[in-house]
């Protein structure tokens, strides 16, 4: 089918540019786009609702006719309202139309029609407010598409252009899936899945649509990421011969928690034992202890002759890495050097050569790390910290930097099994489900914006206490009003209400240098109260942080509001999150009181994805994979299949050049086009 892809959208009636740039905001240019532009659900006008049996508040399908003369009225502001009386034969509901005035033609007396929409119910009765409606007997298609909007763009107009996309679409169209692929695994054709998962012929056909289209793109998926690392799984990696775990737990100022041991004895068996080089996810909650899981398995390996890289996504967390592990190993003959962007030039030289002779054991750094100038003496091992800041391509850069180097990558937010699975192929995982003991609880608060001023009261407590505290501003989507959102917030503070306070400000439009120098202020304590967009999510550790209040809380994914809330509650006194928000929608204050209600990373994260859906759980793309149209990673079924025709396909043509597979590559080719940047 690629020709429809070069089809523009604009070919379609009824989408000139104005629509063409709406549907551009949607990722959608063109014809073959748009077919793959699947509906976010349905609205099932198969089985109409008795009006009797109607509750209230449901959206509902009831089918009747015209029961008394439709009314109609002026209303104030040139608005316009039509009443019509709808029986099913047994009861009767309202209907009210707004600003339409072709209602009293187009519905018609004597006949029947289905009218959906949501009912209400009070001491009146029943009643619909501009339902849609079409006449019982041209009901062919009982599904009906609801498509994920812009503003601008109606489900109506989605709808039209689908509809002519699909009559565009031949009789015969190529599929990725060949047939022999098709008849294995038991997939409906390409054609009939795009047919049936936008107009659905039965529930059954729908299923079987929505199966073919996820298992395909979990495929394609798949294949892309294997062909992004194929490089770096053939060779054998340089296993250690002495295990210094018990040495290296001798040294830490605390003794470690069950789960940090089991990690570490994981990284150490598959140092020592595996016949590839380690491939491990150590998957643990912000605070759960990560680093000296790390440092154990760099100890490891520099006792056993090899050099360890460690690589941050920030200067501020490499530098802090820096400094435990120099401690750490204080008093020992392992070396620590520091490599990042802002060294002058001769000290980064300096450090490149002790790096390429040896001289330097672990090095801790930021992306200078996978820089060409870079070299080591003997790279064993590499790390990378906050994994899903990186993308795939920069992890195979660092690892390219050694012989088939180990590889341990470091993650809080948790990833569940199954896109795990995918994301990392045969990864295994260390989950670190234990928060070392004497860890201070933070007490997390919901408020109204009401209630704010006695938010401020008490962060001014807390700052007169001598510690510190976070005030978080939700980043806005438009260009720069993320910009004005944190300073014009920022600086009324500053003026007016903490006035007596050192207030800082920081967001994501300051320059790299900038933002690093704010948060060291703020970690020394020059700056008291630090006002701030999402930057200061990752890893940064200021432990006499106390207290964070977040403004718009609803607009945050909870995942995301753990992440943030993890930069509190790191020493020794009590802290506190304040959530402030007004939504009364009950999804959000139900998805907000989750974070009231547990600490627990990986609970949140399941909620999170339960109720927000797999599509917004990774709103930010935080694994540099590119966005998926159907799948969610939570259905073991897809997966599965998806990874057994994988593996047929791969067997069959390693390098997918047989010309069965041409459609494949083209897919392959499209998902992963937009992501090129995150994935470079
Ligand atoms: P994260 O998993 O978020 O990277 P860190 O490694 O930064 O966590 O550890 C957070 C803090 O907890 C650090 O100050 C560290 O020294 C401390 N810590 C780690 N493990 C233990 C432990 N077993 N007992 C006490 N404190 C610990
Ligand atoms: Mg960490």
């Not at 009006?51 to 008394?68: T, Y």
């Not at 007396?109 to 289905?114: E, F, I, K, N």
């Not at 060949?178 to 729908?206: C, F, T, W």
């Not at 204080?330 to 490149?352: H, I, N, P, W, Y």
Request: charged fraction near 25%; proline fraction near 4%; hydrophobic fraction near 40%.
């Amino acid at each position: 089918m690629p020709s429809l892809f070069e089809i523009s959208i604009r070919s379609l009636k009824g989408v000139g540019d104005t629509r063409a740039q709406l549907f551009h905001k949607l990722g959608v240019d063109s014809v073959g786009a748009l077919l793959y532009y699947f509906p976010k659900s349905y609205e099932d006008w198969s089985k109409p609702l008795y009006i009797a049996d109607i509750k209230g508040g449901e959206v509902c399908c009831v089918k009747g006719r015209l029961s008394a003369t439709m009314r109609e009225s002026r209303l104030s502001g040139n608005r316009y309202m039509v009443r019509a009386e709808v029986s099913d034969g047994y009861d009767a509901m309202r209907l009210v139309f707004f600003n339409n005035k072709y209602i009293t033609r187009m519905l018609k007396y004597d006949t029947d029609y289905l009218f959906y929409g949501k009912a209400t119910k009070d001491f009146s009765g029943v009643q619909m407010i501009s339902p849609e409606f079409i006449p019982a007997e041209c009901m062919k298609d009982s599904f009906h598409p609801v498509y994920a909007l812009t503003a601008g763009l109606t489900n109506k107009v989605i709808q039209n252009a689908v509809k002519q996309a699909i009559e565009m679409l031949p009789e015969r169209i190529s599929d990725p899936l060949p047939a022999h692929i098709r008849e294995k695994y038991k997939l409906m054709g390409l054609r009939d899945a795009i047919v049936n998962i936008h107009i659905p012929q039965s529930p059954q056909a729908l299923n079987n649509a929505r199966y073919r289209l996820m298992v395909e793109e979990l495929l394609v998926l798949t294949l892309g990421i294997r062909a992004l690392k194929q490089q770096n799984t053939e060779a054998r990696g340089t296993n250690i011969t002495k295990d210094f775990t018990e040495e290296f737990i001798s040294l830490l100022p605390f003794k470690p928690t069950g789960a940090q041991r089991r990690a570490m004895e994981d990284c150490t068996r598959d140092m020592l034992t595996s016949k590839m080089p380690m491939n491990r996810l150590v998957q643990g909650d912000v605070g759960s202890g990560k680093t000296a899981i790390a440092a154990c398995a760099c100890y490891n390996m520099v006792k056993n002759g090899r050099q360890a890289a460690f690589m941050a996504p920030t200067e501020i967390l490499a530098e802090q890495h820096y400094a435990t592990l120099s401690k750490l190993f204080e008093g020992t003959d392992v070396k620590v050097g520091l490599l990042t962007g802002s060294l002058t030039a001769s000290k980064k030289k300096q450090v490149r050569d002790s790096l390429s002779t040896g001289e330097i054991d672990i090095v801790v750094g930021t992306h200078a790390l996978i820089t060409e100038k870079t070299v080591f003496k003997a790279l064993g091992l590499a790390i990378t910290d906050e994994q899903h800041r990186f993308g795939v391509a920069q992890r195979s850069k660092l690892l390219s930097k050694g012989e088939a180097p180990h590889l341990l990558v470091m993650s809080a937010t948790p990833i569940p099994r199954t896109l795990a699975l995918i994301i990392y192929g045969d990864l295994d995982i260390s989950v670190v489900d234990e928060i070392p003991p004497g860890r201070q609880t933070i007490d997390t608060l919901l408020i109204g914006s009401d209630k704010r001023q006695r938010a401020y009261g008490f962060i001014k407590k807390e700052l007169q206490k001598g510690n510190r505290a976070y005030i978080v501003c939700p980043l806005v989507e438009e260009d720069d009003s993320e910009l004005s959102a944190a300073e014009e917030y920022g600086a009324e503070l500053m003026l007016e209400e903490f006035s007596d306070f050192a207030v800082g400000i920081i967001h994501g439009k300051m320059k790299y240098q900038e933002k690093e120098k704010t948060m060291l202020k703020f970690a020394q304590g020059e700056i008291q109260l630090l006002v701030a967009t999402t930057v200061i999510e990752v890893g940064v550790d200021v432990p006499s942080a106390t207290i964070m209040m977040i403004e718009n809380a609803e607009r945050f994914g909870l995942s995301q509001l753990h992440q943030l809330r993890g930069r509190v509650g790191r020493g020794q006194n009590k802290s506190y999150c304040i959530l402030v928000s007004d939504s009364s929608s009950e999804n959000t204050v139900k998805r907000l009181s989750v974070m009231t209600s547990t600490t627990d990373g990986f609970k949140i994260a399941d909620e999170d994805l339960r109720l927000r859906g797999p599509g917004d759980f990774f709103g930010e793309r935080q694994h540099g994979l590119p966005k998926l149209a159907i799948s969610d990673f939570s259905d073991m079924e897809t997966l599965t299949a998806s990874q057994a025709i994988a593996e047929d396909v791969l067997s069959e043509s390693p390098d997918l050049s047989s010309d069965v597979y041409k459609g494949l590559r083209a897919a392959i080719r499209r998902l992963f086009k937009d992501s090129q940047n995150k994935m470079n």
